[in-house]
């Protein structure tokens, strides 16, 4: 098994995780990382090929003038061009990231040959508040006044009781090795200004996709609610729903096992 980080292979920071087996590509979440899924692409190997992608505005991708599911899903379809060279992929993504998965099968259906959609709908959710409080938090920390991360720590903690959550936001915290300043990676000011975007519907143009799609949700949270079971049918109507007990909004780092347990049913190995 190799793991190939920030392999230059299209527009967006790639690590590549496994030599054999179908693709699995993986779509983060808002403030997150591809190397969030380490632990799943992992698990899923010696069966699967993982490639873990940093989003567009965030990690080792580039920043945007605006954020769009459009452009962003643009992106991801230039990287999928290159990694579906030899078939179609398999294509994961949770929250922010599982409306750019949407809107990237819907745009080019040829590309994907299974879809996963972790806690998240393609219509609006009422998320703003809470993301606003914390990109909001992140941009109050001095930059120029702090030494270390643990420094970082304790500034946010005045604004984020969760120390998990803490070190969530803070992994996009970086420190440039020739300047030894910090920055965040992130592109937070246009994240902020565009959350009404991130939290609204997904573009399909009327569109539909036709393969198996996987509706994951976690038991403990509100992302997913009866009323978006008819919009999501009506854009992929070959959907399996199945809800993770004791998860919440993070389905893959609060329950893993169940979460790996689940895509390896889901997703043939070729």
């Known amino acids: 098994m190799t793991s190939a980080p920030d392999a230059p292979t299209g527009p967006l920071a790639q690590t590549v995780i496994g030599d054999d087996g179908p693709t699995v590509v993986f779509c983060h979440g808002l403030l997150g990382r591809g190397r969030n899924f380490t632990g799943i692409a992992k698990a899923l190997q010696p069966d699967l090929r993982c490639v873990l992608l940093d989003m567009p505005d965030h990690g080792g991708s580039p920043w945007t003038e605006r954020i769009d ?101 803070l992994q996009n915290l970086r420190r440039d090795p020739e300047t030894h300043t910090f920055g965040w990676q992130p592109n937070l000011e246009v994240l902020l200004r565009d959350l009404g975007t991130i939290t609204g519907d997904v573009p399909h143009g009327g569109r539909t996709f036709e393969e198996p799609v996987l509706w994951v949700g976690g038991s403990e949270s509100d992302y997913i609610t009866p009323e978006q079971e008819g919009p999501m049918r009506a854009l992929f109507p070959r959907t399996v729903q199945v809800t993770i007990k004791g998860a919440g909004h993070w389905v893959h780092s609060e329950q893993p096992e169940a979460f790996t347990a689940t895509l390896r049913h889901f997703l043939p190995a070729g």
């Open 69 to 169: 599911y459009s452009t962003a899903a643009g992106l991801l379809v230039e990287q999928l061009r290159v990694l579906a060279a030899d078939g179609p992929v398999h294509l994961v993504g949770h929250s922010m990231g599982g409306k750019t998965a949407m809107t990237a099968a819907l745009t080019a259906p040829e590309l994907v040959d299974r879809l996963v959609v972790v806690d998240v709908s393609p219509t609006g959710a009422g998320q703003v508040g809470e993301f606003e409080h914390l990109i909001s938090a992140m941009l109050a920390i001095d930059l120029e006044a702090i030494s270390s991360h643990g420094q970082a720590d304790a500034e946010l903690a005045g604004a984020v009781d969760s120390r998990m959550l803490r070190g969530f936001l």
